[in-house]
């Protein structure tokens, strides 16, 4: 994705905010949950090269992400991320009452602005067609939700 992003400092640098979001989120859930996040709403997204590098962070962590158990956390971060990647922008009442219960606004805002990045991000390389990394390729399968 970088190689292909510096093909245009304007978008180097908007996309390069991800990198903030993204710190603030890990601060916030942890980086386990933060993986969980991310590879949800990649799936959602069906981004191939964003679902496979979190799945490869997963996997490096030993989880399986079609077959673990989630803490309470994560199991509210797959919805939220599965449905930001699905339904672009629109949460059902429930898992907005749930966010809202472990999460300030502040933790709300972020965790949000985060998943816009995110889909940002997928859009971007799945639209450019990005190739995966070499040392993704052991980690792809079919997409299907989290």
């Given amino acids: ?10 978008a180097y640098r908007t996309y390069k905010g991800f990198y903030e979001l993204q710190k603030a ?26 679902a496979t590098f979190f799945r490869r962070l997963l996997k490096e962590a030993g989880i399986e992400p079609r077959d673990f158990n989630p803490t309470e956390i994560e199991a509210i971060l797959l919805k939220v991320g599965q449905a930001i990647g699905e339904r672009r922008g629109k949460l059902s009442d429930d898992i907005w009452q749930e966010l809202r219960r472990h999460f300030d606004e502040t933790g709300v805002v972020t965790l949000i602005g985060f998943a816009g990045t995110m889909v940002a991000t997928n859009v971007f390389n799945s639209v450019l067609e990005v190739d995966l990394d070499d040392y993704l390729e052991p980690f792809v399968v079919e997409l299907e939700p989290a």
């Fill in 1 to 10: 994705m970088k190689k292909a992003i510096l093909h245009s400092l304007p």
């Fill in 25 to 50: 989120a890990k601060d916030l859930v942890g980086v386990r949950a933060f993986n969980v996040f991310a590879y949800a709403i990649s799936t959602g997204s069906d981004c191939v090269l964003c």
